[in-house]
């Protein structure tokens, strides 16, 4: 049986709506980990020993042993911490290095403005094409809009109109901003997506006990759901190892 794993994420943003809110979900999933097994807020610098007996060096802590590593972090993340260790490939290196990321802006507000204003024409999504943005947000140009209406399909938002734009080409109206996140978005490539098929669905994932979690190990649109497929597949694979 696997006792000790370790997982490292990275940091993202997401907005989810529900009754009890996102807190809950995650109070649900960690209430089997004694509270003394997570950390959070805890950057990792890197990573020794060999597979079967790792450890996690943060600052002057250290965590461990472990027996496997699971990196939840973007392919740069991942590459950076594993240089660290004595036993990752440079091959690997060379293959993480082929997934490229660019700057995202997602905004959740209540500015009805970002989608058509007839109700016959409203869809859970909505897209502009590349136009020239606001002085602020130069580093978008060329980079379609979307908006998702995030009460259009939920029960628990009937009482409130709340959109999440991606990639604006202006900012909402003043006082209808909820939050906002600047982040690393995987861009996939036929490169990338290559090296995901050939090298990360075969011979790396889970070499020398090391696994990769994220939207980029997944097939389809890099979003939150290819972040849950790829932790799926990774957790089967653990499990039928033991078996």
């Known amino acids: 049986m696997v006792d000790y794993i370790a997982a490292v994420f990275g940091t993202r943003h997401y907005t989810i709506a529900s009754p009890q809110g996102f807190r809950a979900v995650v109070n649900a999933l960690i209430s089997p980990i004694p509270s003394s097994n997570i950390h959070t807020s805890t950057s990792i610098s890197r990573i020794s020993g060999t597979p079967s007996n790792y450890m996690l060096h943060s600052g002057t802590k250290t965590f461990g042993p ?19 260790t004595s036993t990752s490939p440079k091959s690997l290196h060379t293959a993480l290095a082929k997934f490229k990321y660019i700057p995202t802006l997602v905004i ?53 109109e709340v959109y999440q734009t991606t990639n604006p080409h202006r900012f909402p109206k003043k006082g209808t901003v909820l939050s906002q996140t600047w982040f690393e978005r995987y861009l996939p490539s036929l490169e990338s997506l290559r090296v995901r098929r050939e090298v990360f669905e075969g011979p790396a994932q889970g070499a020398g006990n090391v696994w990769f979690v994220g939207s980029w190990v997944a097939e389809g649109v890099p979003l939150l759901e290819g972040c849950v497929v790829s932790a799926e597949k990774v957790v089967e694979k653990l499990l039928a190892s033991e078996v």
Request: aromatic share 6%; net charge positive; no cysteine.
């Open 108 to 160: 959740t507000h209540t500015d009805p403005s970002f989608i058509p204003s007839h109700p016959s024409l409203q869809r859970d999504l909505h897209f502009q094409r590349p136009i020239t943005p606001v002085p602020s947000l130069r580093k978008l140009s060329q980079y379609t809009q979307a908006t998702h209406i995030l009460h259009y399909r939920s029960p628990h938002l009937k009482s409130t």
């Open 66 to 84: 472990f027996e496997h590593i699971i990196l939840a972090t973007p392919a740069p993340i991942s590459s950076s911490i594993l240089s660290t």
